[in-house]
């Protein structure tokens, strides 16, 4: 991944806080005897990307077999439901109260959607903004896969769900500020230019909306420039984070608007976004600066709108779990791992083998384990109905060889040769994996001054990564003891860098960010508690100088549309305008 990204961030450093009013919604657990209908919508933190049962172990097969079918595979999460995902969690839960019968579970998620992809597939007149052709619309799209007739059918799946359901559960939003920004970042700094228009007029409808959304943008960039001061990246920052926040917060509220026209007296419950950066801290020269809470503020802001300011606060209820905005995830499993890789979650492994396409560890060791097979026992193969290497591979895996074979016990042989050498392989990834999360500072200096060459430190890891896993494998197959030596793994300060960037980005947006089932408890636990006891409800705590900014950016896009500011509709920010 390229990461001049945090060159533009590391000079902004905002802190979230404080504050909070609560309401209350109460909600009617049925009797039990009708169906009750569970919706949830929302991205990958939602579908339960990286669990177990999000990729059928028969698709996993498949992809290890054969990496290329990787692409006809649904891998974007719709309808996909993990056991130990919270929506599964959630539905359990009901079905102790209504009827394991008796509940339905409908998980609508799809991976890297934004709140404008929800309005979207909840409103047919409705179409996104650029990003959304660029990335959902379209024959080759991603919301071509979720249903046979295409992104038609896809709405009306959508729309059904909602207006059928009893319960809605409402978990999108980091993708409008991770997904958006970072690429933003990216292409601008790569590019100079944006690879999606920054156009914030053309987010609302009217041109006194446009007007209005232009103002707003202006108190974002005198927030962005007191705490930045006049810098050359401030208007780009600007221009993204205004983009972001403000076409959250408008298509946030339309997203429940379209809901509540469908389905008035539904339940609904909104989960904050979570952090995705949460405790990344960048180093250059000398100077730190916390990327993961110059993130967190942006997000927080928006959090405070959905809780204490959307004109639908006080329909639906606001919850936000974990600490700090950070639910568990696999990046906080890795950093524990105790080096027995008997102890490694399936998940991870999963993770090596199947998310990263710049690793796919288990393809990458049967190719070099079919070459050794077909060297030292081809011989055999023809008996044991085997043509190639990788027909030895396969069969072997899957407990297929012959027992008895010219003296030789051939699943044997195999087993003593293959199982070893995966687990050599899987060993020597996650104690890499540890280290590049346990780094509390990264280094950017060299990145930042034009003097990191990305792509042939990238290469070297990756070249560094390959030869220690096989050297390692091939070790443990032949029944020797390994070291894994970081300093081969790591080979120069460059390198270190491209190795933590990707464990925190690369690897942390395609696996180890999103929650693992800790994470996903946690969601359960917090959805669970605030339906059980509505008047727990939460609300978003905020700086005053936060709040301030969003009331006044929500105070012009109130005034927009002819509401008074006081009017009990855009006057439900808890205080009152300046």
Not at 44 to 73: F, H, Q
Not at 265 to 279: A, E, F, K, W, Y
Not at 292 to 315: L, Q, R, V, W
Not at 507 to 522: I, K, Q, R
């Amino acid at each position: 991944m390229n990461t001049k990204i945090i060159t533009i961030l590391l000079s902004l450093v905002l802190v979230g806080s404080a504050t909070g009013t609560y309401f209350v919604l109460t909600i009617d657990d049925g009797d039990g005897d009708e169906t009750f209908n569970y919706v949830a919508l929302g991205a990958s933190n939602t579908n339960g990307y990286g669990l177990r049962g999000y990729i059928s172990d028969e698709e996993i097969s498949m992809v290890l077999n054969d990496p290329n079918t990787k692409k006809d595979i649904n891998t974007y999460g719709y309808q996909r439901v993990p056991d130990a995902g919270y929506p599964a969690l959630i539905r359990n839960h009901l079905s102790n109260i209504h009827g394991a019968d008796n509940v339905t579970l409908d998980q609508l998620a799809i991976s890297s959607m934004r709140v404008e992809e929800l309005r979207v597939l909840l409103d047919d007149t409705y179409n996104g903004d650029e990003y959304t052709s660029w990335r959902f619309i379209g024959d080759d799209k991603w919301f071509s896969s979720a249903e046979k007739g295409r992104l038609d059918a896809l709405r009306s799946a959508y729309m059904d769900k909602v207006t059928d359901a009893d319960l809605i559960t409402v978990d999108i939003g980091w993708n409008n500020f991770g997904t958006y920004v970072l690429n933003q970042l990216i292409t601008y700094l790569t590019e100079d230019q944006y690879f999606w228009s920054i156009d914030i007029a053309t987010i609302f409808d009217t041109e006194a909306e446009g007007a209005a959304a232009l103002n707003a943008k202006e108190k974002i960039g005198e927030y962005i420039e007191d705490n930045l001061g006049d810098a050359p990246m401030t208007d780009v920052l600007t221009d993204i984070f205004a983009y972001s926040l403000i076409g959250y917060m408008h298509n946030f509220d339309r997203s429940m608007e379209r809901i509540y026209e469908l389905n008035p007296d539904v339940d609904v419950v909104v989960i904050g976004i979570q952090n995705l950066l949460h405790g990344v801290t960048l180093e250059s020269n000398g100077q730190p600066s916390p990327l993961g809470d110059i993130f967190e503020d942006f997000i927080d802001m928006a959090n405070y709108y959905t809780s204490t300011c959307s004109p639908y606060h006080d329909k639906y209820l606001y919850v936000k779990v974990g600490t700090d905005g950070h639910m568990t995830t696999f990046l906080d499993y890795i950093k524990e791992y105790d080096g027995n890789v008997e102890n490694l979650d399936q998940n991870v492994k999963d993770g090596f083998d199947y998310y990263d396409e710049n690793i796919l560890l288990q393809p990458m060791l049967d190719e070099h384990a079919a070459s050794i097979l077909f060297e030292e026992y081809g011989f055999f193969f023809p008996a044991m109905d085997c043509e190639t290497g990788e027909d030895a591979v396969r069969k072997g895996k899957a407990g297929e060889l012959p027992e008895y074979l010219f003296g030789y016990n051939a699943q044997e042989v195999f087993d003593s040769l293959y199982w070893p050498a995966l687990n050599a392989a899987y060993d020597t990834m996650a104690t890499m994996c540890k280290m590049m999360a346990n780094m509390s500072t990264l280094d950017v200096t060299d990145l930042l001054n034009g003097t990191l060459d990305m792509d042939a430190a990238e290469n070297a890891l990756l070249g560094a990564v390959e030869a220690e896993i096989v050297d390692n494998a091939m070790g443990a197959a032949e029944g020797k003891d390994y070291d894994i030596d970081l300093n081969v793994l790591t080979s120069n300060e460059d390198v270190t860098l491209v190795a933590a960037l990707n464990v925190r980005f690369y690897l942390g947006n395609s696996f180890f960010a999103h929650p693992n089932d800790t994470g996903h408890m946690e969601v359960k636990n917090t959805v669970v508690q605030v339906l059980d006891d509505p008047e727990g409800e939460m609300q978003q705590e905020l700086e005053d100088d936060l709040i301030d900014n969003v009331i006044e950016i929500q105070q012009l896009l109130c005034e927009a549309i002819g509401h008074d500011f006081h009017d009990g509709v855009c006057s439900s920010c808890g205080k009152a305008s300046a």
